[in-house]
Each structure stands twice: as C-alpha cells, then as structure tokens.
C-alpha cells in the first residue's frame, strides 16, 4: 500500500530543509504584562485569530508538499535499469527505490549506496513493502516475473517489449485483472521532444492530412556485442529492441494499421539475431514506414512526414538517452529540450515559388521528459488514473510486433487488428 511521505524526502515528515512549526508560531498574540511575560490580546471584531490563520496556512502548505509514497522494486541492473528506470524512479517525486534484484551488488551500491540489493526477485516481492515492481531483466523473462509480481499483488512496469509473445501478453494482462493491480509497459519514447513536436503540429493542422509517415531509428554499430540482445534466442534482435517505439509512436498517431509488410536481416558479419528492419503499415490511404539499421553512421532521418499542407523533416535522435549515458539528472536546467529542431515545409500552390522552411520552435510542452511516464503511474497507483500505457496496449503491440516476424518470414503481407479478425 502506499504510504504518506513528503516531496524531496524519504525518511522525514517534513523536508529537510524546512523546520517543523514551532508551538510558539501558532500561539495567540499577546501584551506583555507587568512581570514582563505575555498575556492574550483579544481578536479585533471580524478578524480570524492567529493561531486559525496559521493552521490554515500550514494545512495548505502540507496538502502541497505531502504525497503517497510508492515503494519501487526494480529487478535487474544491467544498461537498462542502470541508465533508465533507477535514475528515473529516483527523480521522480512520489516513487521510492527501495530495491534492486541483482546478483551484482557492488555495482548497484556503486550508484546507490543507500539502496538495499536483493539477489533474487521472490525476496523482492514477498512482504507487503513494495507497491511497483519494474522488470529489467533479459525478455524471456518478463512474463514469468510480471506474473509472479502480480501473484503477490504488486503493480508492475515492463520494460520493452512486454513480453516475447503476444500469448504471454494476454495471460500477463489475465493475471492484471484477476489480482487487480495495473500492469504496464515502458513506452518512454512517447515523451520524446520529437515526437512531441510532431504530435503538436498534426494537433493543430500545419501539415493537413498526413499521406506519408516515416519514421527512423538508425545507428552505427558495427561489431556485434556479446550481449543477450544479439544472441538469436526469442525476444532477441532489432525488431523486438527498437520495434516497440517506432510502432508504439505509429499507433499513437494514427491507430492500428490494417496491414504490415516485414523485411528483417541481418546485415553484420557474424550476426546472429537480425539487425535491420523495414516495415511498411498500410492503412486506408496512409502509408507508414519504420526503418532502423545498425550500419548507418551518418546523422540520419528521424522523421519525414508528408501532408496535404506541408512537410516536416527531423534527424538527430532525442537527447534524453545521451544524457542519462552520461549521468545527467533528469529534471536538471534543459532537461530533454531538442539541440536539433525539426522544420516545417509549407507547401504551396502549383507553379509558385517554394515557401521557405522554418524551423519548429521549442516550447515548454514540447521538451521530452520520460519522468512524464513514471508521475502517471505514480498517479495510477495512489490515485485511480489510468495508466501510462494501458495493458490492452501493451497486448496489442505485442500482436503487431509478431505481425512483423510473420510477415518476414513468410515474405507477404500480414493483416493486423480488424482485419486480421475479419479476414
């Protein structure tokens, strides 16, 4: 259950720099008598005596500084939790780290000295502390421990993908709702700058109706790394590692495709899981690309979105990711604003001369914050606001993520959603 606790602290009532209030502060005012002591002084007609004032003051003071604290178990510390979920979970108000499953101490205390390191996940989840658990561990591994989280009726927050199937999606999403308590994935490139921008502009019509979406994710990293993400078993591989944020942001945009048409490879020498994609989702009109490599080293495409009013054109790469690699604290001054704005294209009647580009400004709403997706589960869990990423979600980008492996490896078209259903 989630306890009480005030923000920027997490042993004390009250902050540590703020002074509990003074018995004496809420005392009447009083004259001073002969012996040199104080003595009441009564209310002026229609005033609220003082001690009344201050009570009323420092209840409002309270309701803004007390919140539900939320005890956080993150299981696994390797590059994702390290990077992402522990320095997110820490900064974000309301959530407390409280542990972490890993059979590396050293280096968990190394980060963070003041946390507890347990060495296996049912130690974790036994005992009524921990309100959330976050699973960051390999992929195979998220269905069984999501499960075994919400057996013991904790909240649960999967890293992408949530699962290896979309099976295990549907019995993780069963067990959510029979132990009733939310069950997430982590969507953070949703609170990308870029994509905040690009939500901004199709919100307010600057490129009319959208005919082309293309969306890029591309790296340069030429050796293949000794790691279970390139290893070849399931889960493993680009597709299920970059796939979940370039679909996930498509859907956003514009619902579920009708169809998707796959091409995965493996491109590196001794590559063992595929390192490239390109999807194409068909929709009524619309046609959506998502393309992500692993031999691209120049600074590449992000977006290129084609309207009936204009086009917007984005490379660069968000630069929430850099900075927490270089350990940088999220919420410090500039936190996730763009060093590389997109630019917006007007289009313009035939024959005329083309418009001038410009660039789409910065604006408060528009910076990438991916604390964003932790305050809302914080407000699920203490509050009954929907989740983040509902788990109807997380099921249905796993089904459109095995659309894709279908579609590669039978080299055709696949129908998703309605009209897989109907087909």
Not at 137 to 146: F, G, M, V, W, Y
């Amino acid at each position: 259950m989630a306890r009480s606790r005030v923000a920027g602290s997490t042993t004390s009532s009250w902050p540590a720099s703020t002074s509990r209030p003074r018995s004496s502060l809420a005392g009447p005012r009083c004259d001073r008598a002969e012996t040199g002591r104080r003595r009441p002084r009564p209310p002026r007609a229609g005033a609220w005596p003082r001690n009344r004032l201050v009570a009323t003051a420092a209840a409002a003071i309270t309701e803004q500084l007390v919140e539900p604290l939320v005890n956080v178990a993150l299981v696994g510390y390797g590059f994702v939790g390290k990077v992402f979920h522990a320095p997110l979970i820490r900064h974000t108000p309301g959530l407390r780290l409280h542990c972490v499953v890993s059979s590396d101490a050293a280096k968990v205390h190394a980060d963070h000295p003041d946390v507890r390191v347990v060495a296996d996940a049912e130690t974790a989840f036994a005992g009524p502390a921990i309100d959330l658990v976050v699973i960051a561990a390999p992929n195979a591994l998220h269905a069984p421990l999501a499960i075994a989280a919400l057996r013991q009726g904790k909240h649960v927050v999967v890293d992408k993908p949530f699962t290896v199937t979309a099976e295990e999606a549907r019995r993780v999403a069963d067990h959510a709702r029979s132990a009733g308590r939310i069950a997430s994935v982590f969507q953070n490139r949703r609170w990308d700058a870029d994509f905040l921008a690009l939500r901004h502009l199709l919100a307010d019509g600057s490129l009319g109706e959208v005919a082309e979406f293309h969306s890029h994710f591309d790296r340069h990293r030429p050796a293949v790394a000794p790691r279970w993400r390139e290893s070849g078993e399931p889960g493993s591989g680009l597709w299920y590692d970059l796939g979940p944020h370039l679909l996930d942001q498509a859907v956003q945009l514009f619902g579920m495709p009708d169809a998707v048409f796959a091409d995965l490879a493996r491109q590196r020498q001794g590559a063992l899981a595929d390192d490239y994609f390109h999807v194409l989702l068909r929709y009524r009109r619309l046609r959506v690309v998502l393309h992500a490599g692993t031999l691209v080293a120049a600074n590449g495409l992000r977006f290129a979105v084609h309207g009936s009013r204009g086009s917007f054109i984005k490379h660069g790469l968000d630069p929430q990711e850099a900075a927490l690699r270089s350990g940088s604290k999220p919420g410090q001054a500039g936190w996730g604003r763009d060093p590389q704005p997109g630019w917006l294209h007007p289009a313009t009647a035939a024959g005329a001369s083309p418009a001038p580009a410009t660039p789409v400004p910065a604006m408060a709403e528009t910076d990438g914050d991916y604390r964003r997706y932790y305050q809302a589960m914080h407000a699920a869990i203490t509050a009954g606001r929907p989740p983040p990423v509902g788990i109807d979600e997380a099921v249905q980008l796993m089904e459109l993520l095995e659309a894709g492996l279908r579609s590669a490896a039978q080299g055709r078209e696949v129908a998703c959603g309605a009209a897989a259903a109907t087909g």
